[in-house]
């Protein structure tokens, strides 16, 4: 997963943004955050989700974005919309510490 990284604190998992100062999200992004929850999910009690030490995320990245047709833009929010769904509906506490 290189846009994103694990951190162990016993039973509680630091899930972190990792895609430069800025965090943007991509559709790497995306696909790592997807597999990181997938593996939180049968290995830890408690999930933090944090970001950068400047910017948690400035958002989407547009240069990506604007570069995709119809379809690439439908599979890309609903890779997006899963994730989300996913890390919101973790069977444990889950946190976001946010700069």
Request: with cysteine; charged share 25%.
């Amino acid at each position: 997963m290189e846009k994103v990284k694990i951190e162990e604190h016993e039973d509680v998992a630091l899930l972190r943004l990792d895609n430069n100062v800025s965090n943007a999200i991509s559709t790497t992004m995306i696909e790592n955050l997807s597999d990181a929850v997938n593996l939180i999910k049968g290995k830890f009690r408690g999930l933090v989700l944090a970001g950068g030490e400047k910017f948690f995320s400035i958002g989407f990245n547009l240069p990506e974005l604007l570069k995709l047709d119809r379809s690439g833009m439908t599979d890309f929010f609903y890779g997006f919309n899963k994730v989300v769904l996913d890390i919101f509906t973790l069977p444990m506490p889950t946190a976001c510490a946010i700069t």
